[in-house]
């Protein structure tokens, strides 16, 4: 963390156009793909932040050959075809990808691979991912504290078979199966225990893998099956634009009566955030639709709601900022797993809402605002190393004078230029 703080300059009435990075989700998912596959895989429209930045160090540290342009926002990976690693430890930052999806990665090939990264990561829980390799056959040690990183690989490939992961905390621990999946030595039948999170996620790993050329069995949710023997295929691959990141922008129109049109997201984009589009217009702002582009347009008036966000918890801080400006209380339910994100989410919301002079109840799943009338002037947001606190707190300096954002730099962990963008609000 540094002793950089952005402070925010009110307004309203903006009319604005702002372009919007590759998604993260996406990008990640494309690179481990792209280190099994057949050939070339050229990404384009690629995300260069400290997530995306930890996977392709990662890769590249296992033999794959990874060839970057950030101009034009272009990655090239030629894959490490055998997967035989040498000795070698991983640092993934605080990159939650990363490091739930590098292990069924690494479990398909040879060596011994430790997995590490900052304090916070090892208060991140990758116990119900381990559980499911052990299962098959997976030789996994931990190295500090049981069920958390840091942790170390001793690889022989990955045997296949019939496993059980739980789906309730991360649907991360699934997709890291999912993707490695076709390079085990047998098939492999994945069943879930519990509710499963974040389903959009999934389809979107189900539909990545369908376009490199790999067919999943989805069973309703409820068991997955993945034939042996299938390979991904190089091929050019467009990542699609980042909704989570879009999503700041969206609210910045409702909540302060601007038009603001959103360059690279559509309505037919495979991560499920888009849908907080949907939770906006309900709430009274209006949204029209592009080719490759959002028009959100605020109306002056929003309503609180009451919504289950357990499918798109990334963006439910965007939405807890809106309803600060909305009439009535808003309820944002079945999101426990935002506790086990970059910090506490929750409580992190409780603590810097309530600075602001909201009153909110912090549920163990959820969150209840009720807004005030008069807020808090002069306030220095606390952000705890999590770039959406820095992002979604930025909104409501737009409206209530004086905020200030403390550690503005933790956006770079998926939109590096997240401040440039939001001041072309003010040109």
């Known amino acids: 963390?540094?002793?950089?703080?952005?402070?925010?300059?009110?307004?309203?009435?903006?009319?604005?156009?702002v372009d919007i990075p590759g998604s993260k989700s996406v990008a990640n998912r494309a690179l481990v793909i792209s280190a099994f596959a057949e050939g070339t895989?050229?990404?384009?429209?690629?995300?260069?932040?400290?997530d995306t930045k930890y996977m392709m160090e990662a890769i590249r540290k296992l033999g794959n050959n990874v060839t970057i342009d950030e101009n034009t926002r272009t990655v090239v990976i030629q894959s490490n075809k055998n997967r035989i690693f040498s000795d070698t430890e991983l640092f993934v930052g605080n990159a939650g990808t990363a490091m739930r999806f590098l292990p069924t990665y690494i479990s398909t090939g040879e060596g011994k691979v430790s997995l590490t990264g900052i304090q916070r990561m090892k208060q991140r829980p990758i116990k119900d991912l381990v559980d499911g390799l052990l299962e098959l056959g997976v030789?996994?040690?931990?190295?500090?504290k049981e069920g958390y990183p840091p942790f170390e690989i001793n690889a022989k490939g990955l045997s296949g078979g019939e496993l059980y992961i739980k789906g309730d905390k991360s649907s991360q621990y699934l997709t890291s199966i999912l993707l490695s999946a076709p390079y085990a030595k047998?098939?492999?039948?994945?069943?879930?225990?519990?509710?499963?999170?974040?389903?959009p996620y999934v389809d979107i790993t189900l539909k990545m893998m369908k376009d490199f050329g790999v067919e999943v069995q989805n069973r309703n949710y409820k068991?997955?099956?993945?034939?042996?023997?299938?390979?991904?295929?190089?091929?050019?691959?467009?990542?699609?634009?980042?909704?989570?990141?879009?999503?700041?922008?969206?609210?910045?129109?409702?909540?302060?009566?601007?038009?603001?049109k959103v360059n690279n997201v559509s309505k037919n984009a495979m991560q499920g955030d888009i849908k907080l589009l949907d939770i906006l217009h309900e709430m009274g702002a209006?949204?029209?639709?592009?080719?490759?582009?959002?028009?959100?347009?605020?109306?002056?008036?929003?309503?609180?709601?009451?919504?289950?966000?357990?499918?798109?918890?990334?963006?439910?801080?965007?939405l807890a900022i809106t309803a600060l400006f909305a009439e009535g209380?808003?309820?944002?339910?079945?999101?426990?797993?935002?506790?086990?994100?970059?910090?506490?989410?929750?409580?992190?919301?409780?603590?810097?809402?309530?600075?602001?002079?909201?009153?909110?109840?912090?549920?163990e799943d959820g969150i209840i605002i009720?807004?005030?009338?008069?807020?808090?002037?002069?306030?220095?947001?606390?952000?705890?190393?999590?770039?959406?606190?820095?992002?979604?707190?930025?909104?409501?300096?737009l409206k209530i004078p004086g905020t200030i954002i403390a550690d503005p730099d933790c956006v770079s962990k998926t939109f590096p230029n997240y401040f440039d963008e939001f001041e072309k609000l003010y040109k």
């Not at 099956?225 to 910045?252: H, L, P, T």
């Not at 929003?302 to 966000?309: F, P």
């Open 139 to 144: 030789d996994v040690t931990y190295k500090e």
């Open 223 to 260: 068991e997955f099956f993945i034939k042996a023997g299938q390979k991904y295929k190089g091929r050019e691959y467009i990542v699609e634009g980042d909704c989570s990141s879009a999503s700041y922008f969206f609210a910045i129109a409702a909540a302060t009566s601007s038009q603001i």
């Open 41 to 50: 895989t050229i990404l384009k429209n690629m995300l260069f932040s400290d």
């Open 370 to 397: 009720e807004p005030s009338y008069n807020y808090k002037e002069n306030v220095t947001i606390d952000t705890y190393d999590d770039h959406r606190m820095a992002m979604s707190f930025s909104i409501a300096g």
């Open 1 to 17: 963390m540094s002793n950089k703080i952005y402070k925010v300059n009110t307004g309203e009435n903006f009319i604005a156009e």
């Open 286 to 318: 209006e949204v029209t639709y592009g080719e490759n582009f959002v028009v959100v347009k605020g109306t002056g008036k929003l309503k609180g709601i009451s919504v289950d966000m357990h499918h798109m918890s990334d963006v439910a801080q965007t």
């Open 329 to 363: 209380k808003t309820e944002i339910k079945n999101v426990y797993n935002m506790r086990l994100k970059e910090t506490d989410r929750l409580k992190a919301l409780n603590i810097e809402l309530t600075k602001l002079g909201a009153k909110v109840i912090e549920l």
């Open 186 to 199: 047998e098939d492999v039948t994945i069943k879930i225990q519990g509710k499963l999170v974040s389903i």
